[in-house]
Structures are given as structure tokens and as C-alpha cells.
């Protein structure tokens, strides 16, 4: 346990120096953090447009919370970034095993995206009017870390597709969050989409994890609250299945037949 | 060489590139799902009148992203591809070669049109008909050369800054917003609007709806707005261009990854 808290750590140390040569303070608060903030501004204003307020805080709370999604699965950059470089047989031969520190490789944007939705969740309801119904929307504010760590696991998932398909890893995350804010129940309910589609949509992370926020700000009873927090880390804690068994079958393939080197 | 030719060979050189970087298409993978998300808003919230700005939203985006994510790539990858030091050697200037090769990728972020048009159809059931398809046809050429002239002034302050990323990462949804190309400029706050009128994507957001609703009437003014702002972009792309080009000449940075 030690030693995994430990990667952790190295893992975000490593992070946040990767991102302090793209970023400041400055330009990531009045770049990044502003651009995020106009992107559920603007479809919020859409909701506003086509329906009323109601329709408006259905979209912004929806979009607020898909933040934490869509900067989790940064992951895939990150990953990508380790083939590209050739330096994915070095971490894969760290003590630890390979795991935690394939794992750990994006939690940089963990820390981003819960900042990104919390500065939205207090700046943008009562900037645009619709104010969220404290103290309830307190209360949520666990529920979207929830949400940020099942949606890292589903990006770390996603990442075997571009640790293999190289020079695809900004087409898998656009992939990856676009079909969460599309079909995720972010903009308009599950319900809306046909039966086949709503049954996989199921799998996304987000859909239950939004429906319980949905549910504590319209003040749902907390049975079923709690059946849907454990839906959404059941859901979050199958796609973490998936990126082991497939960073497990790329390094034993990589170790095999050395492609594990292998820049692109 | 004149400088349509150096343009033309631009094109070619960006097909020959493009063919092996699937990621040249990304806003053909955006455009089909932003139209699914603003349809389906649309279409649940009753608004039939607004469908077709949910169908030519995703077309705009797709020009923007087009324009955005690779016009700060030209200098940059052409630098890590060791074709930067060849060009700027070459009797041509780099300026024309740059817009040759946006271009290029802002004709595929057109298909985005196609695409959104598509989806509204075969997904929502909604055909969307073009009531003055000449003024459609001006409006789309018109905005593409726009963008062919933003994104060549985008390329070189991309390159000139020394924050390429954040720039390339943030102007997307703040342009959104201030080109009205889904909620009209009209139904913002009202202090938005002088920013919002320097910005093509508002004129050209406002003519599209105009010509799939057949509502125009005297439209040579934001014809002329779309193409003046086009020019003025593109002339200082060019410009700036020619500066860091000089720049790096004297200062030995050609070479520079």
C-alpha cells in the first residue's frame, strides 16, 4: 500500500511538471479553466435557448459535471505520449510492476478536472441565473469525485486503443468523452436515445453518477441515491478491469516480441 | 512561381501528408456527435424552427476546429519533421504555402456540413431543405476562404507565442459563443455585441440561417463583412508570417524544434 501511495505521488509530481511546460497559473486559470467554463456556458445558453430555465439547469449541471470526465480521460494523451517518447518498457519494469504506474500516469488531470467542475459548480449557476439549490449541492460535490474516478478508469481504458493504434490518441479521447457528453444523459435524459442505445449507455461512466447528483439536487430519496452511486462505481470499477487485462496483454505481447519499445 | 501555384503544390503536399495522419480528420469524428447533441435538445425541447441552426452549428465548429487545430501545427511539425529549414530555404514564401496547406484540411472541415445534414436526416428524421441554395452556396465559400485567412493568421501567432498550446486548447467554445453560431448574437447579453461583429463566424452564422430559411433580402453587406474580415486576417497572417520567417533567418532559430 505504501508503494503504491508512493507512485502515486511520483506519478503526480511527474504530472504537474509535464503540465507546467505547457501551462502557468495564469494561462492555465485564463485558458484552459476559462475555455472549460465557456464550453458548458455555451451549452447551457443552447438549453436556454430551445426550452426555459429549467431546461437551461438541466444542461449546465449536466455539462459541469461531464468537466471531470472529459479531463480524466486526458489519460489517453498521457499514455500515448509514453509510446511515442519510447519510454513505455521503463516504467513497465519499475519494482512496483507495471500496473499502478501505467495506471498513474494521468492523475495530473484527476486533480485538474475535480478543480475545473467545483470552480464551474460555484461560478456558473448563479452567474447564468439558474442557481443550484444549497445546501444540497454540497452534498453532490462527492458524488462528482465518484464520477472522476470511474471516468479515469474508463480513459486508462481507452488508452490500450492508442497504445496500440499509434497517432489515433486525440481521435480515441475526443472518441471517449464525445460519446459520454452525446449519449451520457449530460444534455438530454438516457431516456430520450432508442432501447438499444440506452441499454449502452449503461456502461458509460458518468450516466449513473449524474443521475444521483440529479437526484440530491431535486431532493430524491437517499435509497435510491445510493443504488446509483453503487451503479456508477460498479460501472467504474469494470472499465479499471478492462485497462488492466489490456495493459497486462500489451506488456506480456511487448515483452515477447519486444514492441513494447516500439516509438511511433 | 506564382502564388497560386505555390498554393496549389501546398495542397498537394498537405494530401500527400494528411493521407497518413488519420487525426487530419478529427473534426469528421466531432461533427456527427455535436449535431446528435444539439439535435436532441432541439428536437425534445419542440423547437422545430431551430433545427436547422442545430444543423449548421456543427458545420461552423467543424470549419473552427479545423482551422484551430491545425493551422498551429503547419510550422511546428515541419520543424520536428526536419521540412521547415527545405521550405524557408526555397525561392517561395512560406505565407502562401502555409494558406495552401490550411486549406487543404478547412475543405475537409466543409464535409462537416454534409455530415451534420446527414445525421439530422437519417438520425432524427429531420431533412433540413435549403430555401435560397445560391445565397447557401456564397455564404459556405465565402465563410471557407474566412477561415482560410483566420486560420493562416492563427498558424503564425501560434507559432510566434510562446503558449501554442493554451491558445490552441482555449479559442475554440469562446468563438463559439461570440460567432452566435447556434444561439444568435441577438439573444446574448447585449455588450457582446461589438466583439462579436469582428468575429466572421457571427456574419456567417446569421447568413447561413438566413439562406436555409429564405429570408434575405440586401445580404451583400454580411457577404462583404465575411470576405473583408477573411482579408484583413489572411493579410496579417502573411505579414506576420514574412516577420518570424525574417526572424529566424537572422537569428540562426530555423532549426529550432
Redesign the interface.
Known sequence: MRAVLRIVRESLILGFAEMGA??TWR??TF??L??LL??A???A???????DDT?MQY?LVGNIVVLACMESTIVVISLAGERRMGTLPLLAVAPSGHMPVYLGRGLQWTVTGMTSSLVAWFVLPPLLGVPLPWPRAAYAIPVVLLILASSYGYGCALSGIALRLR??E??VL??AY??V???GG???PVE?WPAPLEAAAQALPVVHGLEAVRGILGGAPLGSVMRLLGTEALVGACWYGVAALSMDRLVSAGRRDGSLGHAG | MSTLRVMWQAVLLQLALSRR???HA?VL??AP??T???M???V??H?ED?VASAVLAPGLIGLWVAALDYAGRVVPEDRWAGRFSPMVAAPVPLGPVVAGRVATVVLVGVAAFAESWLVAALGFGRVVTVADPALFAVAVAATCLATIGTATLLSAVLVVSR?R???Q??????F??LGGI??PVA??PGWLDPLSRVVFLSWSAELLRDAVRGDAGGRLGPVAAILGLGAAAMAAGLWLTRRYVDRSRREGMVEFA
Not at chain 1, 445558453?45 to 426550452?51: C, E, P
Not at chain 2, 486548447?169 to 469562446?174: E, F, H, I, K, T
Request: proline share 3%; charged share 5%.
Open positions: 505547457v501551462y494561462t492555465w485558458g484552459w476559462m475555455r465557456c464550453q456556458t455555451f451549452y445558453l443552447l438549453g436556454r435557448y430551445v426550452g431546461t444542461v497517432g489515433v486525440w481521435l475526443n472518441l464525445g460519446i457528453m452525446t449519449f449530460v444534455n438530454v430520450v | 495522419n488519420p487525426e478529427l469524428l466531432i456527435m455535436q446528435t447533441t444539439m436532441a435538445l432541439t425534445t425541447a423547437r431551430a503558449a498550446d493554451v491558445l486548447n482555449s479559442l475554440g467554445y469562446p463559439y459563443i447556434l444561439v439573444a446574448l
